[in-house]
C-alpha cells in the first residue's frame, strides 16, 4: 500500500517561498511511469493540478504557475518537494501530494496540507 505525507510550514509570509515535502512510503519514486504531483485546493474553489516530477526526474509544470514553481526529489528519502516563490494570499490552499499512475490515474493521495499566506 502506498501512503503519501505532506509536511512543511502552515504559515507563510507574503512574498516569501513556499516549500512543502512529500514523505513516500510502500513505494519507490523512480518506480516506471509514474507522476508524483501536487495538487491545490484554495478554499471554497476546485481543485488545481500544480506539477510532476516523474519517475524518471523530469518535471512538467501549469503554465500559470510555471514561473514560481520547482518541484525536486530526493531518491535517497523516497521524497519529492514543492516550492513556490513569491506567494501572495490567492496561493492559501490545501496542498496535496499524489501519484499519478497512467493505468489508474490519480490513485494515491496524501491527507492534504493547509498553507495559508499571510503577514
Known amino acids: 500500500q502506498v501512503q503519501l505525507q505532506e509536511s512543511g510550514p502552515g504559515l507563510v509570509k507574503p512574498s516569501q517561498t513556499l516549500s512543502l515535502t512529500c514523505t513516500v512510503s510502500?513505494?519507490?519514486?523512480?518506480?516506471?511511469?509514474?507522476?508524483w504531483t501536487w495538487i491545490r485546493q484554495p478554499p471554497g474553489k476546485g481543485l488545481e493540478w500544480i506539477g510532476y516530477?516523474?519517475?524518471?526526474?523530469?518535471?512538467h509544470y501549469t503554465p500559470s504557475l510555471k514561473s514560481r514553481t520547482y518541484i525536486s526529489r530526493d531518491t535517497s528519502k523516497n521524497q519529492f518537494t514543492l516550492q513556490l516563490s513569491s506567494v501572495t494570499p490567492e496561493d492559501t490552499a490545501v496542498y496535496y501530494c499524489t501519484r499519478d499512475s497512467l493505468a489508474l490515474g490519480l490513485d494515491y493521495w496524501g491527507k492534504g496540507s493547509l498553507v495559508t499566506v499571510s503577514s
Open positions: 510502500g513505494g519507490s519514486i523512480t518506480s516506471n511511469y509514474n507522476y
Open positions: 516530477i516523474a519517475y524518471s526526474g523530469s518535471t
